[in-house]
């Protein structure tokens, strides 16, 4: 459609959603937050996708939320109360989530990348989270960006509101790699190409691991992983792993191309 703000395509298992709203810098409008959420939920029941991709035209990835809508009164909780859906989708998606940054974000736009299982940038690329100079509180996106953030550079940046490059996001966790522009296709494509090899099943269940609170006991920690990993090693989807390796072939499931 001409008038969307966010596109989708598949190809070769990575469905690319593009955040395309360079008037406002990818500003969280409500039709951005709304196709958004639409395009993350098609791409979770899509059995050819087997890696998101979420990617920008125009030289900001996402400025945050609309302010000109925040504005509005009668609206200005809407984008607060649907945003969390949109954060908690990139961060529980079964598939491997990639965010690919040419360009800064700010606020919001920040949740999505810490969001994300992988990102990487432009080595020209900001940060910021500037919600307390706007006498606003970064509460929604602390839900995924604390857990990726050293906690002295979150007690700094949430504070200050200072804006950061991106080899600091990369040292204190927030972005995986920061590379010159000339190489950033090279850069999302290895990372894409790399969990495309990773057995679907295998792949979501290694996401939940990392999300899951341990035991307080290590041997009830040990149990439960024996248990994870025993049934993956005698699972369809670990048996032909261990087959195609053992026949030195790509595993059924990587994307063919």
Same mark, same amino acid.
């Given at each position: 459609m001409a008038d969307e703000l966010v596109h989708y395509a598949v190809d070769n298992g990575v469905a690319r959603i593009t955040l395309?709203?360079?008037?406002?810098?990818?500003?969280?409008?409500?039709?951005l937050r709304r196709e958004l959420?639409?395009?993350?939920?098609?791409?979770?029941?899509?059995?050819?996708?087997?890696?998101?991709?979420?990617?920008?035209?125009?030289?900001?990835?996402?400025?945050?939320?609309?302010?000109?809508?925040?504005?509005?009164?009668?609206?200005?909780?809407?984008?607060?109360n649907e945003f969390p859906e949109i954060l908690t989708r990139i961060w529980t998606s079964a598939k491997?989530? #990639?965010a690919k940054l040419a360009g800064p974000a700010r606020? !919001? +736009?920040?949740?999505?990348? %810490? @969001?994300?299982?992988?990102?990487?940038?432009?080595?020209?690329?900001?940060?910021?989270?500037?919600?307390?100079r706007l006498g606003l509180v970064p509460a929604v996106i602390?839900?995924?960006?604390?857990?990726?953030?050293?906690?002295?550079?979150?007690?700094?940046?949430?504070?200050?509101g200072e804006k950061f490059d991106a080899a600091r996001a990369v040292?204190?966790?927030?972005?995986?790699s920061s590379v010159p522009?000339?190489?950033?296709?090279?850069? #999302?494509?290895?990372?894409?190409?790399?969990?495309?090899? !990773? +057995?679907?099943?295998?792949? %979501? @269940?290694t996401k939940e691991m990392l999300r899951r609170a341990r035991a307080a006991d290590l041997a009830d920690d040990f149990a439960d992983m024996l248990e994870l990993s025993a049934g993956f090693f005698a699972g369809e989807e670990g048996q032909e792993g261990i087959r195609a390796f053992a026949e030195k072939r790509p595993a059924k499931w990587v994307p063919n191309g």
């Open positions: 395309d709203s360079p008037h406002n810098r990818n500003a969280l409008s409500a039709q959420r639409d395009h993350l939920a098609a791409a979770a029941v899509d059995d050819t996708v087997r890696v998101i991709l979420l990617d920008h035209t125009g030289p900001v990835f996402c400025a945050g939320m609309d302010l000109k809508e925040a504005g509005d009164p009668n609206s200005s909780t809407t984008g607060v491997p989530v #990639v606020a !919001g +736009g920040v949740g999505i990348v %810490a @969001a994300a299982d992988i990102a990487v940038a432009v080595d020209s690329a900001t940060f910021a989270f500037t919600e307390v602390s839900v995924t960006v604390l857990p990726r953030l050293l906690p002295r550079a979150a007690h700094e940046l949430f504070l200050t040292a204190i966790g927030l972005v995986n522009a000339d190489a950033l296709d090279a850069e #999302v494509d290895r990372y894409t190409g790399m969990l495309a090899l !990773g +057995g679907p099943t295998a792949l %979501a @269940a």
